[in-house]
């Protein structure tokens, strides 16, 4: 059960015990110790603003594992005096939930000074749990600090979603990660200066990969890393026994560098190729090194689009959904819907005409001028507008027989041009048969409208 706001614990949370865990030791007590996260707690984010101008309100912190969610729920804490009352949703149920809120309202009224309570894994309390914070959130008795792993849209119920602003948390960049190391090698109070041992840029980076964004594994694995080699008395780590102490394969990759790029090309291409075992390889390489399965998802929608099209409608569908699990789920287990999604795209048919339709369209928006609207498609509300001929000639395609009127919908200057031109493969075949019918059919209803005797 979670303590009474009564019991005699210290005012001020805890921002990095001396003889604990790297990662809680290195613990950031301030906003200007937070490495990453810069849109929230940089000079301009809205964290810094908020406690700047004491007027801070529940938030549900969003992110994945070791980005600085509880971390920062602390230092709010402490720099708006606050009472910092941590809660698990995880161990506790809705009758701590209310007499914790119970407590927080007495020391308000009391003392006149504002409860945070951080709730972790929010996203674990059923409905009922959620609604027990709602009158104390709406009377300002406590400031709730949710913290999940899992989409708040889905997991937290609207009443509650809507009386908390949702701030997304990133992974921590490689760069992120290897400054965090950097300090704990250079810091002789918390840190890891007093046993000596250097651990260079090359295996902080390999530290940094293994960590997927994530700083306290980062900081754990170079606690491990640099224990084993001070009790075999060697002054510096290299990758190899990096690799050894974590027994993973540390994989060649920079997220922001050649090889990611050259990764995701190989990726792409091989999918063009129609190559499922290629794409497979890649897209586990990929995720092996630590690549955000978020963007991978992404780069499949946008094959789906781009290279698929119309000869699979389906496919974008099915990266979609791809996506969606993979974010429900996140790593390892969303990753094989990832991996079906690659081999779906990698054997369906290709096109890229819509690609290219686009493209060209694009093209004569920006290299053509601007050119008015036919007459016949304009809208033509007022009297004053059908007296200047707006909608003069429009001809309501449902009420003909072909399902067409034969108008010409694009401006005058453009007339007869074609964007988009289907490669006869998949579903596309039957959309050629349909678009070379639908060109007849309005060619042939133009025909007869100019054979109309005039009135």
């Known amino acids: 059960m979670a303590a009474s706001l009564f019991d005699p614990p210290a005012d001020e949370p805890a921002l990095g015990p001396a003889g604990g865990p790297l990662a809680d030791?290195?613990?950031?007590?301030?906003?200007?110790?937070?490495?990453?996260?810069?849109?929230?707690?940089?000079?301009?984010?809205?964290?810094?603003?908020?406690?700047?101008?004491?007027?801070?309100?529940?938030?549900?912190?969003?992110?994945?594992?070791g980005c600085g969610k509880t971390t920062l729920a602390r230092i709010l804490a402490a720099e708006t005096r606050a009472r910092f009352v941590p809660f698990s949703a995880v161990t506790s149920g809705i009758k701590e939930v209310r007499q914790v809120m119970v407590d927080a309202a007495r020391l308000r009224r009391a003392q006149g000074r504002r409860t945070l309570l951080f709730v972790d894994e929010i996203h674990r309390f059923n409905k009922a749990q959620q609604d027990a914070f709602l009158p104390y959130v709406e009377s300002g008795d406590i400031v709730l600090i949710g913290a999940t792993t899992e989409n708040p849209s889905f997991e937290l119920n609207?009443?509650?979603?809507?009386?908390?602003?949702?701030?997304?948390?990133?992974?921590?960049?490689?760069a992120d990660l290897a400054a965090i190391q950097g300090r704990a090698l250079e810091d002789r109070e918390r840190g890891l200066a007093a046993l000596?041992?250097?651990?260079?840029?090359?295996?902080?980076?390999?530290?940094?990969?293994?960590?997927?964004?994530?700083?306290?594994?980062?900081?754990n694995l170079l606690e491990l890393v640099v224990a084993d080699a001070a009790g075999r008395g060697e002054a510096a780590v290299d990758v190899d026994r990096i690799a050894g102490v974590a027994q993973?394969?540390?994989?060649?990759?920079?997220?922001a560098g050649e090889?990611?790029?050259?990764?995701?090309?190989?990726?792409?291409?091989?999918?063009?190729?129609?190559?499922?075992?290629?794409?497979?390889?890649?897209?586990a390489r990929m995720l092996a090194a630590g690549e955000d399965g978020g963007y991978l998802a992404r780069r499949l929608v946008r094959f789906a689009s781009e290279d698929v099209g119309l000869a699979a409608p389906q496919a974008l569908g099915l990266a979609l959904s791809a996506w969606d699990a993979f974010a429900r789920l996140g790593p390892p287990e969303g990753e094989l819907a990832l991996a079906q999604c690659c081999v779906y795209l990698a054997l369906?048919?290709?096109?890229?005409?819509?690609?290219?339709a686009y493209g060209a369209a694009r093209r004569a928006v920006q290299e053509r001028p601007a050119e008015p609207v036919p007459r016949a498609l304009r809208n033509a509300p007022t009297r004053l507008l059908r007296e200047l001929d707006y909608g003069a000639g429009y001809v309501y395609a449902h009420d003909t027989e072909e399902g067409v009127g034969g108008l010409?919908?694009?401006?005058?200057?453009?007339?007869?041009?074609?964007?988009?031109?289907?490669?006869?493969?998949?579903?596309?075949?039957e959309l050629n048969a349909r678009l070379e019918r639908f060109h007849e059919l309005r060619a042939r209803a133009r025909k007869a409208r100019r054979d109309e005797p005039k009135t």
């Open 25 to 65: 030791r290195m613990r950031p007590r301030t906003l200007d110790e937070v490495v990453g996260q810069d849109e929230l707690v940089g000079p301009e984010g809205f964290l810094r603003r908020a406690v700047a101008d004491d007027r801070l309100p529940s938030l549900v912190f969003w992110g994945p594992p």
């Open 158 to 174: 609207a009443a509650l979603l809507s009386r908390c602003r949702v701030l997304v948390l990133e992974p921590l960049s490689i």
């Open 196 to 219: 000596g041992v250097e651990v260079p840029a090359a295996g902080r980076a390999a530290i940094s990969q293994l960590a997927s964004g994530d700083a306290r594994k980062a900081l």
């Open 248 to 255: 993973r394969k540390v994989l060649l990759y920079d997220k």
């Open 259 to 283: 090889e990611h790029f050259n990764l995701i090309s190989a990726l792409h291409k091989s999918l063009r190729e129609s190559d499922p075992d290629a794409a497979v390889y890649w897209l």
């Open 348 to 356: 369906a048919p290709k096109s890229n005409a819509v690609y290219r």
């Open 408 to 429: 010409e919908c694009l401006p005058e200057a453009l007339a007869g041009e074609r964007f988009y031109a289907p490669k006869g493969e998949g579903f596309e075949a």
